[in-house]
């Protein structure tokens, strides 16, 4: 096994700074999309693309990777520092990288519709459905209600329904690219394929449902992206050195993924700050607390 993810980030993340020059994550500065850099929105198009971990990983973090394995039997105590970042959102911990401006979500409720044409056949369509479901699930404790709907005509036409699909052409070669002005999030096959090529031992149903949970937070407004490591939200790095935060550092050495696979507390409490909810009480997901 044995550290053969990070290496292969390495060479994805090569060639994704080579795709993307030196644009700052996720920076489209397509026609009608949005342009971080100004922090200029368009009236009816903002997008955000993602090939999260492949893309501002810093050295110092692939170095830490490479030398991962498995995580060594005494790190994980009861209840590690990354189990218990994820659950609890401290004071102070609600920190972006400023590369974007949060703002409600697009509708008061939202409501998923997954298809799966064009998936990854490793992927079947129970078990992305599954994912979709319960990463609208878990942002639902953002104070938004959320639902899953059927790919149907009249769904589709409806303004409050997000399609979920696969394309290479919409997601624009990344893992995942949330369009709020089109209501589509696109999860890319060729980022997935590329994956399970170079790293067919790494578990690519993590990644997957690390992408939906990621993508579908920019639909509830959260369009910064977050600077603590644990977050779903979170980029690890800002490309010119600057390291996301995390309580042990140490911790990152312990998972081959430190970033969680669904919102935490502190995604979950920006969330709710930014749609006028009450805060989470001690900053603490109220129910099924995780370990993932
Ligand atoms: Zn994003």
């Known amino acids: 096994m044995k550290g053969i993810m990070p290496v292969n980030h390495e060479k994805l993340f090569a060639t994704e700074a080579q ?18 850099t100004n922090h200029k929105i368009s009236k009816n198009s903002v997008i955000f693309s993602e090939s999260l971990c492949l893309r501002g990983i810093t050295a110092v973090l692939l170095l830490i990777f490479i030398a991962l394995t498995i995580a060594p039997a005494g ?67 953002c104070g938004i209600r959320t639902s899953i709907v ?59 449902q690390m992408v939906i949970s990621h993508e579908m937070g920019h639909f509830f ?13 979170s980029y690890y790095d800002n490309g010119k050195g600057e390291a996301c935060y995390s309580r042990d550092p140490a911790q990152m050495r312990t998972v081959k993924e430190y ?5 935490t507390a502190c995604d979950i409490e920006r969330c709710r700050n930014i749609n006028g909810m009450t805060p989470l009480l001690d900053g603490r997901l109220a129910e099924h607390p995780r370990t993932q």
């Open 19 to 36: 795709r993307h020059g030196d644009s700052f994550h996720e920076l489209q500065n397509n026609a009608g999309l949005i342009d971080f």
């Open 75 to 141: 790190a994980v105590a009861s209840e590690s520092v990354r189990t218990q970042e994820i659950n609890q959102c401290l004071s102070g911990e609600l920190v972006t990288w400023g590369d974007g401006r949060d703002r409600p979500a697009i509708a008061s409720q939202l409501k998923f519709a997954y298809h799966h044409a064009a998936a990854p056949d490793w992927f079947s369509e129970p078990q992305v459905a599954a994912m979709v479901a319960k990463a609208a699930e878990e942002w639902s404790q």
């Open 150 to 208: 059927g790919w149907g005509v009249l769904n589709l036409l409806k303004p409050d329904v997000i399609r979920v699909q696969w394309s290479d052409k919409e997601s624009r070669g990344n893992f995942g690219l949330a369009n709020l002005g089109k209501r589509t999030l696109s999860l890319g096959p060729k980022a997935f394929a590329l994956l399970k090529t170079r790293n067919p031992a790494y578990d690519s149903r993590q990644t997957l």
């Open 221 to 233: 407004g959260l369009m910064a992206h977050s600077r603590r490591c644990v977050d779903v939200l």
């Open 259 to 263: 970033r969680s696979i669904f919102p």
